[in-house]
């Protein structure tokens, strides 16, 4: 049994939601998770920006957590729209917020599964190396277009897609259409095949509305609502 369960991880983004509804950045997230676990689980040895070698390969973790020779690995992406917002942290006290916009979503689908594979390739080095390990992949967004299902299948990155209830079965071959553009494919050209099977499903995050928050511009919050993706790639048996 690995070192933190879904459970568990679920349990650390709730409480860290109640504190942190959003974050200034993708760093933000990752910093503020790493300690939302430290204080729940204080016995866990936490570090950030680990690398390890892989076949000549430096495969960076976002986060790894450690204790008895049980491992948690973690890869965590922040993929927001635009969003400019005061969010209260104090009575009558308001952070200003300037989230910056990711629109391309085809590339970071693409990522994210790249993200899935590397959790694979590490969670066995580390099992070879006699730890009982587990990675989690997880996406936080406000862009509905993460989760909700294509209208259509003709769309350049349907192998890619990450929408809500979706199974990616292990051994499948993920990749680009042929009308995707040069540009969209650069430095991501190679099809990804991942062991494992998973079953997407989407949960709730914050919703970013009055009196917690309040818009900076205008009368209204767009895209205030944020859901995460969190998928557990297993121990390699």
Same mark, same amino acid.
């Given at each position: 049994?690995?070192?933190?369960?879904?459970?568990?991880?679920?349990?650390?983004?709730?409480?860290?939601?109640?504190?942190?509804?959003?974050?200034?950045?993708?760093?933000?997230?990752?910093?503020?998770?790493?300690?939302?676990?430290?204080?729940?689980?204080?016995?866990?040895?936490?570090?950030?920006?680990?690398?390890?070698?892989?076949?000549?390969?430096?495969?960076?973790?976002?986060?790894?957590?450690?204790?008895?020779?049980?491992?948690?690995?973690?890869?965590?992406?922040?993929?927001?729209?635009?969003?400019?917002?005061?969010?209260?942290?104090?009575?009558?006290?308001?952070?200003?917020?300037?989230?910056?916009?990711?629109?391309?979503?085809?590339?970071?689908?693409?990522?994210?599964?790249?993200?899935?594979?590397?959790?694979?390739?590490?969670?066995?080095?580390?099992?070879?190396?006699?730890?009982?390990?587990?990675?989690?992949?997880?996406?936080?967004?406000?862009?509905?277009?993460? %989760?909700?299902?294509?209208?259509?299948?003709?769309?350049?990155?349907?192998?890619?897609?990450?929408?809500?209830?979706?199974?990616?079965?292990?051994?499948?071959?993920?990749? %680009?259409?042929?009308?995707?553009?040069?540009?969209?494919?650069?430095?991501?050209?190679?099809?990804?095949?991942?062991?494992?099977?998973?079953?997407?499903? %989407?949960?709730?995050?914050?919703?970013?509305?009055?009196?917690?928050?309040?818009?900076?511009?205008?009368?209204?919050?767009?895209?205030?609502?944020?859901?995460?993706?969190?998928?557990?790639?297993?121990?390699?048996?």
């Amino acid at each position: 049994m690995s070192l933190l369960q879904t459970a568990d991880v679920e349990r650390v983004l709730a409480e860290l939601s109640r504190e942190r509804p959003v974050f200034h950045s993708e760093a933000d997230f990752q910093l503020a998770l790493a300690f939302k676990m430290q204080r729940m689980y204080p016995q866990l040895a936490i570090r950030m920006e680990r690398t390890e070698i892989i076949d000549n390969k430096k495969l960076r973790i976002d986060v790894v957590a450690h204790q008895n020779g049980q491992t948690t690995l973690m890869e965590l992406k922040y993929l927001t729209c635009a969003l400019r917002i005061q969010v209260r942290f104090a009575e009558e006290e308001y952070e200003a917020y300037n989230i910056q916009n990711h629109a391309a979503q085809p590339p970071y689908r693409y990522k994210f599964l790249k993200d899935i594979r590397r959790l694979e390739l590490l969670v066995e080095r580390y099992m070879l190396k006699g730890h009982d390990a587990a990675g989690y992949a997880i996406l936080l967004t406000n862009d509905s277009m993460y %989760w909700k299902e294509p209208s259509r299948d003709e769309v350049i990155d349907y192998a890619f897609r990450l929408h809500e209830g979706r199974t990616i079965a292990g051994g499948e071959v993920l990749q %680009w259409d042929k009308r995707a553009s040069a540009d969209t494919k650069a430095n991501r050209e190679q099809p990804i095949v991942l062991h494992w099977s998973y079953t997407l499903q %989407w949960r709730d995050y914050s919703e970013l509305t009055p009196p917690l928050a309040k818009p900076v511009v205008g009368r209204r919050i767009n895209h205030g609502k944020f859901r995460y993706l969190l998928v557990r790639v297993p121990p390699r048996k």
